[in-house]
């Protein structure tokens, strides 16, 4: 008799986008879609593009005040967005 290496659909899938390193464009992704859930839909509508580059995620803000208020809630955004994320994605948010 033979053995089966029986494994669940979250190993083999993981496995699967690990190996043709698509793993972390998928989390840097939902980052990115969570931003909105993150800092609120208020805060949403004066973002008008956001990006990830060397593990920092930069936001453009329209709004100056805004834009400061964020910057001194940098290091708690950065936790909740990787926590929705799933993983260790950034590690810093710029604010332009």
């Known amino acids: ?3 089966r290496n029986v494994k669940s659909i979250q190993e083999v899938l993981s496995q699967f986008l690990r190996q043709e390193g698509l793993e972390t ?3 840097q ?3 990115v879609e969570a931003w909105g859930n993150v800092a609120g839909s208020m805060v949403e509508q004066y973002t008008e593009e956001k990006f ?3 593990q920092t995620l930069y ?3 329209t709004s100056p ?3 400061q208020d964020l910057s001194m809630m940098r290091a708690d955004l950065v936790k909740r967005l990787n ?3 799933g ?3 950034i590690v810093d948010i710029r604010f332009y």
């Open 1 to 3: 008799m033979f053995r």
């Open 25 to 27: 464009p998928l989390c």
């Open 29 to 31: 992704h939902r980052l």
């Open 52 to 54: 990830i580059k060397n």
């Open 59 to 61: 936001v453009k803000v």
């Open 65 to 67: 005040a805004l834009r």
């Open 83 to 85: 926590q929705k994320a």
């Open 87 to 89: 993983a260790q994605v």
